[in-house]
């Protein structure tokens, strides 16, 4: 179709803002995005990173591509002097997601942060060097998300300073673990730490599992791969089981740099209980940003392909373009805003995890609490809200967005899985909120809780609004009056929550509601950072658009939390226009009656009409805004969403790689196909054949 690049450079001739600003924003500075953009042209270039068939190969044929993948990496770290960031960049950019991913953020890290300084220069070292590769053995079979009932157990022999990783029955085996099946020789296995005056909890043991000759499993180790994930996703990983029958390792192979045990069997206990918590939110911590890349990759897709999409009303070629109409940019835009959040609001929450683990480092746990409540609540809104989103855009595209070639689908079935690992969703909400309340108990009982308000910390910073009660919020929807009415939701649920434990009142769904309500307070405060940092480093006009992106993500997000606004009686109350007459002086007119009643029962009005306001003002500008992500057609892996707009093309030329089309008679047509025609035929001879 030749109106589809032409509707694209249409779009694009539309655009005002400038699009490279934005995307020196977005990633952090023009250094970064053209370091981004090398390491895209190498990947992309490269066969080994091929895309084209990996909807038409096998499970088992992925995963060794996977493989192939990993090796490929490495030797361009070599050639191109790439950092271990810049490879992890990598694996991003060629959606490989294999199992080495789990080396570089589940072992490696853990080393790092919880070993002992001759840990790490050791294993630490040699896990750098790839000299071993790691996973991170937590998870068991039957075992729930409370750590410390884990059934793995690693007593402690100081006949031969040894300890015994053991689990004793079926359920107690390791489960779900990346890189274990396979690619792993050594893991981290989380058990509990047995000696002889009893149980001291879980700790970390490093365990090497396969010879490093011949990659055999060792002695007294079972291991293997769980089987295929749920929607096909993650088929590059092998998801791993590991069952220990009595396994010996030495008294060093324990982490120990914050707790330890002598060669006699005694525990020395930590400076703090929970120092060796912190390695346990790195990856919660890099999750938020990377739900805003993948809901920006969904957004650019959708929005591409509904500018292009022509449906409706008139001949061939000149139906509306499908992003002009409500229904479908009332659902792209907020997705659009909240990829802009999610990446602003993750590189504050790496800031902070930075931040904590420094303080670790010097043995202090001061923002341990913070770190762990804020990535708590922000992996649950993220993990979430971004599942949603990308089954919002795949939607959005009508039947082709079903198609393997949208793009989207394989996007949406790799992400949704995080719903769950690294704490499940409806359990996490509990740590939030737990937070919250405790907080808030600090606050009422203070003896100067002005004082201690003063002092709150960015997770709970709202609750000032129980003592400093602001004014009412006024009625022009503008960014600060939204930030005051998310926070000022915040502290009334907590408020309330709080008067309900106190009751005992049960409440299944109240968790997940004031988390919510939490985070998103927490939320909305970043984002106003990120709007005045947007307004320093971007050109007006430029400016203008990411704040009203930024304001609409605010506003649609008190537009999903209006039934706590109404319950508490928060909204504004604008004034109720008068209704005037008609020119006949007899009858009122239909405008006048709606406006009248509109603002005189429905005060959700005002929001909404903020909304649609917002919606009409930067829907010109959506495809400057989704190109200012950078994504190219190879990182997108999308028909729909090339660049040029020539979604059928390529729709056309993605069917033509389609294996069974490569035969014009199918395989099975003599066993299968043609014995049900001679069937059908032999019925209709005899008379035989029903309707």
């Known amino acids: 179709m030749a109106h589809q690049g032409e509707d694209m450079k249409a779009a694009r001739g539309r655009t005002t803002i400038d699009v490279d600003e934005v995307k020196y924003l977005l990633w952090g500075g023009k250094e970064e995005w053209n370091k981004h953009s090398k390491i895209v042209e190498i990947v992309s270039k490269d066969p080994v990173f091929d895309k084209s068939q990996n909807p038409h190969i096998t499970r088992k044929e992925r995963y060794k591509r996977g493989l192939a993948i990993n090796k490929r990496l490495l030797d361009l770290q070599d050639k191109h002097g790439w950092s271990d960031q810049d490879v992890r960049s990598a694996f991003a950019v060629s959606d ?50 409370q750590v410390s009932n884990l059934e793995t157990t690693a007593t402690y022999i100081p006949e031969t300073q040894e300890f015994e990783l053991h689990t004793p029955r079926l359920e107690s085996m390791k489960w779900w673990i990346g890189a274990l099946a396979k690619l792993a020789t050594h893991c981290v296995v989380q058990a509990r730490l047995i000696l002889p005056d009893g149980d001291k909890g879980p700790h970390l043991f490093l365990l090497q599992i396969r010879s490093l000759d011949d990659h055999r499993i060792l002695p007294g180790i079972t291991l293997g791969d769980i089987g295929p994930k749920a929607f096909g996703a993650s088929t590059t990983t092998d998801n791993g089981y590991m069952k220990l029958d009595r396994v010996r390792v030495p008294r060093t192979a324990m982490l120990s740099k914050f707790a330890n045990v002598t060669p006699e069997g005694k525990y020395k206990v930590p400076v703090h209980s929970k120092l060796s918590y912190g390695g346990m939110v790195y990856i919660r911590a890099t999750m938020i940003s990377q739900g805003g890349w993948l809901t920006g990759k969904a957004a650019t897709i959708a929005i591409r392909y509904t500018t292009v999409r022509r449906q409706g009303n008139g001949p061939p070629g000149q139906e509306k373009q499908v992003i002009i109409y409500p229904s479908v940019y009332h659902r792209l835009l907020p997705a659009l805003s909240r990829a802009y959040a999610w990446i602003f609001v993750g590189r504050e929450m790496v800031k902070l995890y930075s931040a904590m683990s420094a303080q670790l480092a010097q043995q202090s746990t001061a923002l341990l609490a913070e770190t762990h409540a804020v990535s708590s609540g922000l992996k649950v809104l993220v993990t979430s809200s971004t599942s949603a989103d990308l089954e919002t855009a795949r939607r959005s595209m ?73 004014k009412p919020p006024s009625a022009d929807w503008s960014i600060p009056s939204a930030i005051e009415l998310l926070e000022l939701r915040a502290a009334h649920m907590v408020q309330e929550h709080a008067s309900r434990v106190k009751a005992d009142v049960q409440d299944g769904g109240a968790n997940w509601r004031v988390a919510r309500a939490v985070t998103e307070a927490f939320v909305a405060r970043r984002i106003g950072d990120a709007i005045e940092q947007a ?61 009248s009643a509109g603002a005189g029962r429905d005060p959700t009005r005002g929001l909404r009409t903020a909304i649609a306001d917002l919606e009409k003002e930067i829907l010109p500008q959506a495809i400057g805004l989704t190109d200012a992500f950078g994504f190219t057609d190879y990182e997108l892996d999308s028909a729909l969403g090339v660049y040029d707009g020539k979604a059928y093309e390529n729709l056309f030329k993605r069917a033509q790689l389609e294996p069974l089309n490569e035969k014009e008679v199918v395989d099975g047509y003599e066993e299968f196909i043609k014995p049900i025609l001679e069937r059908g035929r032999n019925l209709i001879e005899k008379g035989k054949a029903k309707l």
């Open 96 to 145: 490989a997601a294999t199992s080495l991913n789990l080396h570089y953020v589940a072992f490696l890290p853990v080393i790092l942060s919880q070993g002992s300084e001759e840990q790490v220069r050791t294993y630490g070292a040699m896990a750098a060097a790839h000299a071993i590769l790691g996973a991170y053995a937590q998870t068991e079979l039957g075992h729930g998300t």
């Open 398 to 470: 009508g039947g082709h967005g079903y198609s393997a070639a949208s793009g989207v689908g394989s996007l949406w079935a790799n992400w949704v899985p995080s719903n769950t690992y690294e704490g499940d969703n409806y359990v996490l909400v509990q740590q939030v909120v737990r937070a919250a309340l405790k907080t808030l108990q600090s606050l009422v009982t203070s003896a100067n809780p002005a004082k201690f308000a003063s002092s709150l910390p960015p997770s709970t910073y709202f609750l000032r609004l129980l003592v400093n009660t602001p």
């Open 535 to 595: 307004q320093k480093e971007l050109s007006r006009r430029t400016a203008a658009y990411v704040t009203a992106l930024m304001r609409l993500y605010l506003l649609t997000t008190l537009e999903s939390g209006l039934v706590d606004l109404l319950s508490f009686d928060l909204l504004p109350k604008p004034a109720a226009p008068t209704a005037t007459p008609t020119a006949t002086g007899k009858q009122w007119s239909v405008d006048a009656v709606s406006n």
